[in-house]
């Protein structure tokens, strides 16, 4: 075949490359989209979609188990793992469809073939050659190994999530967002759960105080969790695995689930070769996200910086206004929106009390939170927990967090306080709804604002 013209083409089909994909198209440019597997990427088939269907599984589960204490009278009859992944895959499948239709309906060249980035202008899938004014780079994240063979007793996420029995034991290496998640839903689905984490605490990129609350809260649950303990080997065998740390300590569990984090999915497709600056594996580019060669950028899970399925959404958007010069505005790292889905769930945007006095001065820094026992809706949901906010003194409010049982649904409040620099006055007046759980951010606002109200 000959060479085709676009005015983008994207490698990778996931939410960073889908999503420019459409905003390019409606803005009025021809686009090729080319994806390896589905569209949807890891996000939609491996990650976030079907994790979050699990966890609503095990929410459910948790509920059902403990209704009596609500005066529900149920007979709870356990876990049937054929019935939760018929439910996970009905998900996926649907959204799938959807996602297919716009991506037809946008008129964008999908190509379902591996591509590789053969000139600085030029992808090359299977025998076709896309041309294109721009490219983009959208090629994703990979679950990191520490140099194990995944299958078997030994596993990443992308097993963990299509397991078809609830095993009785698990070790999870690593306590970050994945980790935390999966420890969740096999504790609510009866496994006997230990976590092993090197850094100091679980969830160790969050506030403190978040990462103190959901280890209280783990331990209320039963799940074991070791901090400030280093992995040394796994010994698998036909049963189970061995699991031994550097301090003499030894695991016995029918598996071991790797949850150290991703890494990009960079390796033999060319970057190196086009001379795209790398580090690590990970595309470098300006906060532009342009890359520095040519008309090409990258975004997402390849990009230094959080790996969230949102922000490399609104990274794709960004790079098709921009290469429509229509001059989008950047949101920094810190005030993209964090959400941790295990139970209790952790909502977070901006930067830690820690951070927040590096930046500004221990002295210029103040917080406030409001505890969930104070909050009647988080009481009919049984729920413990608290809303944090963090000030600059005489200045805007730089930091929300907050954990506890269906919180992350705050977010969206949390993240306007803080990328619209909002002071406590600001939000102190605000009405919040009675009764709802977002009725303790009004509190914190009062309360920094020097009139708490139940404090």
């Given at each position: ?26 803005l009025?440019?021809?686009?090729a989209?080319?994806?390896a597997d ?36 149920s ?5 049937d ?37 053969s000139?600085?202008d ?12 721009n ?5 994703g994240?990979?679950?990191k ?30 306590g ?19 976590i ?33 303990t280093?992995?040394q080997?796994?010994i ?87 290469v ?8 920094p ?26 930046v ?52 969206g ?27 303790m ?15």
């Amino acid at each position: 075949m000959g060479e085709e013209q676009y005015d983008v083409v994207i490698l990778g089909g996931g939410n960073g490359g889908y999503a420019c994909a459409l905003r390019a198209t409606s803005l009025g440019m021809s686009v090729a989209l080319v994806e390896a597997d589905k569209v949807g990427g890891t996000c939609l088939h491996r990650g976030c979609i079907p994790t979050k269907a699990l966890l609503r599984a095990a929410e459910v589960a948790d509920t059902v188990h403990e209704s009596g204490e609500w005066g529900v009278v149920s007979a709870y009859g356990g876990v049937d793992m054929a019935k939760v992944r018929e439910f996970q895959s009905g998900i996926i499948n649907k959204m799938h469809r959807g996602l297919s239709g716009l991506i037809k309906s946008h008129k964008v060249e999908f190509v379902n073939s591996r591509g590789v980035l053969s000139g600085i202008d030029t992808v090359t899938a299977g025998d076709r050659v896309l041309k294109g004014q721009n490219i983009v780079l959208a090629s994703g994240s990979v679950t990191k190994t520490l140099g194990m063979n995944l299958g078997g007793h030994i596993i990443g996420s992308e097993h963990a999530l299509f397991l078809d029995r609830v095993p009785n034991s698990v070790v999870i290496l690593g306590g970050g967002v994945i980790g935390v998640e999966f420890a969740s839903v096999w504790k609510s689905f009866g496994a006997d759960v230990t976590i092993v984490e090197a850094l100091p605490h679980l969830v160790p990129n969050e506030d403190e105080d978040v990462s103190k609350g959901l280890e209280k809260a783990f331990r209320s649950r039963g799940i074991n969790f070791m901090t400030g303990t280093r992995f040394q080997n796994a010994i698998e065998d036909e049963y189970g695995v061995t699991v031994n740390t550097e301090d003499g300590q030894t695991l016995r569990a029918d598996y071991l689930l790797v949850a150290i984090g991703r890494g990009p999915n960079t390796a033999n497709m060319g970057y190196e070769a086009q001379g795209i600056p790398m580090d690590r594996g990970f595309v470098l580019a300006n906060e532009r996200l342009h890359t520095g060669v040519g008309n090409i950028y990258a975004v997402g899970d390849i990009v230094p910086g959080l790996q969230l399925a949102h922000r490399a959404t609104m990274q794709g958007v960004f790079v098709a206004e921009e290469v429509a010069g229509l001059q989008p505005r950047v949101v920094p790292n810190d005030n993209i929106p964090r959400v941790t889905f295990c139970e209790p769930e952790i909502a977070s945007v901006g930067l830690t009390e820690a951070k927040a006095k590096e930046v500004y001065g221990a002295d210029n820094v103040i917080t406030k939170q409001s505890n969930m026992l104070g909050n009647a809706k988080s009481q009919m949901l049984k729920a413990a927990g608290f809303v944090k906010l963090i000030q600059v003194k005489d200045g805007p409010i730089v930091g929300f967090h907050a954990l506890g049982q269906r919180i992350g649904e705050q977010i969206g409040e949390g993240q306007l306080i803080v990328n619209w620099e909002a002071d406590a006055e600001d939000l102190a007046y605000l009405m919040h709804t009675h009764p709802t759980q977002n009725e303790m951010i009004g509190e914190a606002a009062m309360a920094l604002a020097g009139k708490p109200l139940h404090g």
